[in-house]
């Protein structure tokens, strides 16, 4: 099918390691988003992309995490020296026109586990 | 600051039974967008609805309905009928229009068992 995929779908990781987490949107959505979904904090907005800029990346939970996107497809969340904190399910999401009030198609996820 | 409280942790109804699962947000903003979720076992979210401040129409959809208050500050969910296929975890998120990351907030989630 044609939605939103992200890769890999499960990845486990010692910590101390960098990790790199895949989405690809549905083709011609200029809108992109990361959450993520653990057990202690629920699910957690990071960051979003209109096209190939991201207007505030201040929802990153550290500097170990950024994220960043090019030809206004493919994005990609790496998180640097991985805690076992950052164990979590990283989902990608993505839109059509952008803006907060459009319609946003998930990913499946990728489950991130740090041991 | 934004808030979203979905005081209902959990949720058990028998098919066939309505049930309505609550949303109450906080916002300074007088321009906002809220939203519900589903999130059954296999975990993948599925958009549901996205209303703006500014319409205060209720929204039916099938079995779904959303009762937009502003005065109470709550968006609630109701679902007719249920069927157990209605088994998932459910989340309100509230996004300002004055956030200039878009930052959409979620509720903890309420998580709804539909028994045969």
């Known amino acids: 099918g044609a939605g939103v995929s992200q890769s890999p779908s499960n990845k486990v990781t010692e910590k101390g390691k960098d990790v790199e987490l895949r989405c690809d949107p549905i083709?011609?959505?200029?809108?992109l988003y990361w959450y993520r979904q653990s057990l202690g904090q629920g699910l957690e907005f990071l960051i979003y992309f209109q096209g190939n800029s991201a207007p505030d990346k201040s929802g990153l939970p550290s500097d170990r995490f950024s994220a960043e996107r090019t030809g206004g497809s493919v994005s990609t969340l790496t998180i640097q020296r991985t805690q076992q904190e950052d164990s979590a399910v990283y989902l990608c999401a993505s839109g059509p026109a952008g803006g907060r009030d459009d319609t946003q198609y998930f990913g499946p996820g990728t489950r991130l586990t740090v041991l | 600051a934004q808030k979203v409280t979905q005081a209902q942790t959990e949720i058990s109804v028998v098919e066939k039974e309505d049930v309505t699962l609550d949303c109450v947000y906080e916002?300074?903003?007088?321009?906002?967008?809220l939203f519900w979720y589903k999130q059954p076992p296999s975990g993948e979210l599925v958009f549901l609805i996205r209303r703006n401040s500014f319409d205060e129409q209720n929204e039916i959809s099938g079995r779904y309905s959303w009762n937009f208050q502003k005065s109470t500050s709550s968006f609630n969910f109701t679902i007719t009928a249920s069927q157990v296929v209605d088994s998932a975890v459910y989340f309100c998120a509230l996004s300002e229009a004055m956030n200039r990351d878009d930052k959409i907030i979620f509720g903890k989630g309420t998580r709804l068992h539909i028994l045969p």
């Open positions: 916002t300074r903003d007088t321009t906002y967008y």
């Open positions: 083709s011609g959505h200029t809108a």
